[in-house]
T-cell receptor, first 111, second 112 residues
């Protein structure tokens, strides 16, 4: 089993739709979790951190489920500019210099 | 000012050559990384330095050698380049563990 797994997609959704991605991780001792966004031929950039209590930033909501070992990202009212690859990132243990990236989920938002 | 900068942005070279990629960060971070993103877009950690000390060394061929002259710089030297080394190489830095990583723009390496 991979350390971090994501559905690669692509997810094709119309503008205004709500879309959700999940990401599962294998190490129950994982300490920190993030969602990054990567545009085509660009570097990854932090979208949001994922806290135990969840995290919301405008149209974006991230949740952590430690019991089932997954994190989720919900995007409401999708915009064309949301089209990108969304990377799930997990730090697998304490002393978290090492971060594991998922392979990413591609999202296409259509007019 | 660019926070994490890499040079060159593009690198096309022949098999067997030796090449270097440079990375500099002006964020005052202690930890720097090299990642490789292959054609399948999978981002894999290669090396990490914390305050000039190598702390992560993943299973990477010996042809790859990182060097950190100071904590603001992390360079990657690759000997005897192979076709399979073609990828995008990203440098990143972070303030401390479990915090956000900032990435450079990437170096697109093509070995022909």
């Amino acid at each position: 089993r991979k350390e971090v797994e994501q559905d690669p997609g692509p997810f094709n959704v119309p503008e205004g739709a709500t879309v959700a991605f999940n990401c599962t991780y294998s190490n129950s001792a994982s300490q920190s979790f993030f969602w990054y966004r990567q545009d085509c031929r660009k570097e990854p950039k932090l979208l949001m951190s994922v806290y135990s209590s969840g995290n919301e930033d405008g149209r974006f909501t991230a949740q952590l489920n430690r019991a089932s070992q997954y994190i989720s990202l919900l995007i409401r009212d999708s915009k064309l500019s949301d089209s990108a690859t969304y990377l799930c990132v997990v730090t697998p243990y304490t002393g978290g210099f090492k971060t594991i990236f998922g392979a990413g989920t591609r999202l296409f938002v259509k007019a | 000012d660019t926070a994490v900068s890499q040079t060159p942005k593009y690198l096309v070279t022949q098999m067997g050559n030796d090449k270097s990629i440079k990375c500099e960060q002006n964020l005052g971070h202690d930890t720097m990384y090299w990642y490789k993103q292959d054609s399948k877009k999978f981002l894999k950690i290669m090396f990490s330095y914390n305050n000039k000390e190598l702390i992560i060394n993943e299973t990477v061929p010996n042809r790859f050698s990182p060097k950190s002259p100071d904590k603001a710089h992390l360079n990657l030297h690759i000997n005897s380049l192979e076709l399979g080394d073609s990828a995008v190489y990203f440098c990143a830095s972070r303030y401390r563990e479990n915090t956000e990583a900032f990435f450079g723009q990437g170096t697109r390496l093509t070995v022909v």
